[in-house]
């Protein structure tokens, strides 16, 4: 049975509801500073927590409930004689539910405070409380989630008390919330990039239907600490979106922001298969559709401006399962959404730095993101590119980076015209790239050439220009084949494989 409650918490969402319906089932309720002025100013029968510990809060409410007139009546074990018999000699009453949620912390340490404010959102006498009575759920039940709050009414009002699976479950829904908050603090605190302990703290954003196939389970998480484009974004219109969509709009959006210039990204099933940039977003987007227009069919459309009616107007004459956009001309707007189940995402943020995670079977493995383009960019052949075709190298080799390895692409004129993806070898890559292009001008490759074939049969599409990071211990033999084709090979120095 419940008969003392103790309510402290930081978001006050239907904590009047909950206390009016315990002091009506005669429950006795103790609470702490603004909590107890806010239960008291609507009526709610209250007592101070200082009445109860018989000591004042103080160092500015740092310590208030850090007491053994709280903790015992929290821990005590009510079928054990000897805990039962040492509280009542101290004149401690048991505490049979504790109602608590935490200071905001995670969203607090994103906002633009100085490092001490953000230290001052570390919740200590919340956490205390709240794991003292999740230990001892068979005697205390204890919340943390508003959401909670009508289903335990409901029990209450039909069983006069709480059964032991939701004592359980809520019990449990503590130490998953102390988990991430604690990873968040740690995090923040740390600023390590590889700390002896991986923690790393996210809520559950959404349920999706089901993962990357039917049979397959899945559900969003997005970062308690990261203020990040795949957290922020808005879904103006469209379906649910699924496992597969997110995925994909994660690489769509960093490739076309890959991109000082208008820039438009086409992509399907995690790879870039049209890119290209543009004097106006339609003109970018026209030139990405155009490098592969039956691939680009069901896929996702990037841009890294705000998004106008004539290229809407464009965008709609196609299937595709979604368009993500910075931003949206009302008019634009309205063309988009005559399409009913196409998923329309507005996300204002730019791809940030950090980590990449991927879980393997048995372990996590961590990398920094793939965010340095080239180290030193040296030409290494006779010829030389001209100006154009620099542009071009340098054009393609931003979108290679997204590609699956190993990656090729070919491009002209601000547009990749053919791209070879995840192949098992560079050369079927390349002719993959090649053949698709038709008529491209200059080739980039996310690694170095171990053989001079991919020259060799460069030059029979009539490829002008080569830009690869170099490395191979064969480079002379790629270097002499572009001479020999009056090619010209710009080196990099960095390799971007993407597995």
């Not at 969509?245 to 960093?254: Q, S």
Request: glycine share 6%; charged share 30%.
């Amino acid at each position: 049975m419940i008969k003392r409650a103790l309510i402290s918490v930081f978001d006050k969402t239907g904590v009047l509801s909950l206390a009016k319906f315990l002091m009506d089932e005669g429950v006795e309720i103790i609470s702490t500073g603004g909590t107890y002025k806010h239960l008291k100013e609507n009526g709610i029968k209250v007592i101070d927590i200082s009445e109860v510990t018989d000591f004042p809060e103080m160092l500015d409410g740092r310590v208030k409930t850090l007491h053994p007139n709280i903790h015992g009546g929290i821990l005590a074990i009510r079928d054990n004689k000897e805990h039962m018999e040492t509280i009542e000699k101290h004149n401690i009453k048991p505490i049979d539910m504790v109602v608590v949620n935490l200071y905001p912390f995670f969203d607090k340490v994103q906002e633009d405070l100085e490092f001490d404010e953000k230290v001052e959102f570390i919740d200590i006498g919340g956490p205390t409380m709240i794991r003292a009575a999740a230990k001892n759920f068979k005697d205390v039940v204890v919340v943390t989630d508003t959401k909670d709050y009508d289903d335990l009414i409901n029990q209450m009002k039909e069983n006069k008390d709480v059964d032991i699976k939701t004592r359980r479950r809520l019990a449990g829904k503590v130490f998953n919330l102390m988990s991430a908050y604690d990873g968040a603090i740690s995090e923040f605190l740390l600023k390590e990039e590889y700390p002896e302990y991986l923690t790393v703290s996210y809520k559950k954003n959404m349920d999706l239907r089901y993962g990357e196939n039917p049979h397959q389970r899945a559900a969003y998480y997005t970062s308690t600490t990261e203020n990040a484009p795949m957290k922020n974004f808005e879904q103006l219109n469209g379906k649910q979106l699924s496992y597969n969509n997110i995925k994909d709009m994660d690489i769509a959006w960093k490739t076309a922001w890959e991109f000082d210039e208008i820039a438009c990204c086409g992509l399907k099933h995690n790879s870039p298969c049209g890119v290209a940039i543009g004097d106006s977003l339609h003109d970018a987007y026209v030139k990405a559709y155009e490098c592969d227009p039956i691939s680009i069919f069901g896929g996702i459309v990037a841009v890294n401006r705000k998004l106008d009616k004539k290229t809407a107007d464009e965008i709609v004459k196609i299937f595709l399962e979604i368009v993500i956009a910075p931003d949206f001309d009302d008019d634009a707007l309205e063309v988009l959404k005559t399409k009913k189940n196409l998923r329309v995402i507005k996300c204002d943020v730019k791809p940030t730095k950090g980590s990449e995670l991927v879980k393997v079977d048995g372990g996590i493995l961590v990398q920094s993101r793939d965010d340095k383009f080239v180290e030193d960019i040296k030409v290494v052949t006779n010829k030389k590119p001209s100006e154009e075709e620099m542009k071009d190298l340098i054009f393609a080799m931003k979108v290679v980076k997204y590609v699956k390895s190993n990656a090729i692409v070919v491009a002209k004129d601000g547009k990749a015209k053919g791209i070879g993806a995840g192949q098992v070898n560079r050369i079927w890559a390349a002719k993959e790239a090649l053949d698709r292009a038709g008529d491209g001008v200059v080739m980039a490759s996310d690694a170095f050439f171990p053989f001079k074939d991919v020259v060799e049969e460069s030059a029979k599409w009539g490829i002008k220009a080569i830009i690869q990071p170099g490395g191979s211990i064969r480079d002379e033999e790629s270097i002499k084949a572009c001479d020999e084709n009056d090619i010209s090979m710009v080196f990099t120095g960095i390799r971007h494989f993407k597995h």
